[in-house]
Nanobody, 125 residues
């Protein structure tokens, strides 16, 4: 079975840091780009980061640029999301997803085939 397991969420004060992980199994991890999305209550799911399967180049949404970093470990089938300088508006459920999006589609949910269950990140002011 295909599985993407996001973990590491929690409660943190504004200005703090959190590190999320996404563990993959059941598919050829090296063949897929991995994206991180988030969804706040009452809002649409937002694509914030994507890392390619080949050269580990990454896409960053303006909202997280300079604060969040994505990386991957192909042998371990893990993707990491390091979040620094967190803000209350970063509060959301964070999801990882696997797909093969073209560059212009990296932030679109429709470009991804497999999804994890999400982990809650809450940033208090």
């Amino acid at each position: 079975d295909v599985q993407l397991q996001a973990s590491g969420g929690g409660l943190v004060q504004a200005g703090g840091s959190l590190s999320l992980s996404c563990a993959a199994s059941g598919f050829t991890f090296d063949d897929y780009n991995i994206g991180w999305f988030r969804q706040a209550p009452g809002k649409e799911r937002e694509g914030i980061l994507c890392i390619s399967n080949s050269d580990a180049s990454a896409y960053y949404a303006d909202s997280v640029k300079g604060r969040f970093t994505i990386s991957r470990d192909n042998p371990k089938k893990l993707v990491y999301l390091q979040m620094n300088s967190l803000k209350p508006e970063d509060t959301a459920v964070y999801y990882c997803a696997a797909g093969r999006p073209i560059t212009s589609s990296q932030r679109l949910t429709s470009a991804y085939y497999y999804w994890g269950q999400g982990t809650q990140v809450t940033v208090s002011s």
